[in-house]
């Protein structure tokens, strides 16, 4: 067994790190990146954030790693820019939009009229292409396949929905929900009631539970952090 070094040891104890997830980082590439400046093996994150989301991410090390399921099933809050007029098929900027819609008839009243449908307990299905699993694999792995992927309705809870700025074909959004929501189907979900399609075109988580992005750290400030530490020890 590997002896810890001093530094090292109030990580293997345990830490609840609040890392603001760059753009374009899977929430596995900021553990990678933890677990390998820190140099212990346990380490995991609390709920994933998409690639082309930012925002926070509480990453657990050592022993806290048990209180994981603990942190990902408190209330999450984001802000969201939903694209209107158009369609994906990740339902977000991963993919290229087609089915150009007009926005004739879309107006601030339309779409809270919508938004109603959309708040307090609701029946959603997830993306295609997540990370959900079936059969023991990740669905995205045969919807990029080209292959027919079913996926059923689950249970979420929209504790706020509501209009931060309108701009079309862009609309900025606040959201509070329960864990398990995906936000990228809430704007499917709008553009097609709204009967104009929509994509989710901008995300970044606010906080989880009582855990606010404003005091989380960057990546790469924790990473600057970490190095001077080991530097000097």
Request: with cysteine.
């Amino acid at each position: 067994m590997i002896e810890s070094a001093p530094w090292q040891l109030p990580f293997v104890e345990g830490k609840v790190l609040l890392i603001d997830k760059p753009l374009t980082w899977t929430s596995f590439d900021v553990v990678a990146k933890v677990r390998g400046s820190i140099g212990i093996k346990k380490v995991g994150h609390a709920g994933t954030l998409d690639p082309l989301a930012t925002g926070l991410l509480i990453v657990c090390t050592g022993k806290f790693t048990k209180k994981i399921n603990e942190y990902m099933g408190l209330e999450k809050e984001y802000r969201g820019t939903f694209t209107l007029g158009a369609v994906t098929p990740t339902f977000d900027l991963e993919s290229a939009p087609s089915g150009f819609a007009s926005l004739d008839g879309v107006t601030p009243e339309a779409f809270e009229s919508v938004l109603n449908n959309f708040r307090g307990s609701i029946l959603q299905v997830p993306p295609i292409f997540s990370a959900i699993k079936q059969g023991g694999k990740p669905v995205y792995l045969a919807a990029r396949k080209g292959l027919e992927v079913t996926m059923e309705p689950r249970p979420v809870t929209i504790h706020a929905f509501e209009v931060v700025d309108w701009r079309l074909p862009e609309v900025d959004v606040r959201i509070v929900c329960s864990t398990g929501t995906y936000i990228r189907s809430l704007a499917n979900d709008v553009g097609a009631a709204l009967g104009c399609g929509g994509y989710l075109s901008a995300l970044r988580r606010t906080r989880i539970g009582a855990f606010r992005v404003e005091d989380a750290q960057t990546l790469e400030g924790f990473l600057s952090e970490i190095a001077s530490v080991r530097k000097n020890s």
